[in-house]
């Protein structure tokens, strides 16, 4: 059984920065391409970022680019997502999972298997 710990919940000022990150147990993350999505409240949830196996190749949705940059550390079996020029609309709860495979075919749940129960992060005005 997979097992996933998250950072804990973020508290921001707008314009500030962050990390959070998530760790799977009982998977080898280096098989498959990882991602991270959010919700907002009354939102549904939305992709962020999906990073592929070898952390080469790395596909934003369009309102975080040049903002956020996600990483992984395959030895560790985590996912990071360094967030910069942080917006309050920006305020959500942050999924990571684990891809179904090695590639990022598309930024969608579908594509997506494991997940992490959610990392709250506020963004204040």
């Known amino acids: 059984q997979v097992q996933v710990v998250d950072s804990g919940e973020k508290s921001v000022q707008a314009g500030g920065s962050t990390t959070i990150s998530c760790t799977f147990y009982s998977l080898s993350s280096r098989d498959f391409s990882m991602g991270w999505f959010r919700q907002a409240p009354g939102k549904e949830r939305e992709g962020v970022v999906c990073?592929?196996?070898?952390?080469?190749?790395?596909d934003y949705t369009d309102s975080v680019k040049g903002r956020f940059t996600a990483s992984r550390d395959n030895a560790k079996n985590t996912l990071y997502l360094r967030m910069d020029s942080l917006k309050p609309e920006d305020t959500a709860k942050y999924y990571c999972?684990?891809?179904?495979?090695?590639?990022?075919?598309?930024?969608?749940?579908?594509?997506?298997?494991?997940w992490g129960p959610g990392t709250q992060v506020n963004v204040s005005a």
């Open positions: 990073i592929n196996w070898s952390g080469r190749r790395v």
């Open positions: 999972a684990v891809g179904k495979d090695k590639s990022c075919p598309q930024l969608a749940e579908s594509e997506f298997r494991y």
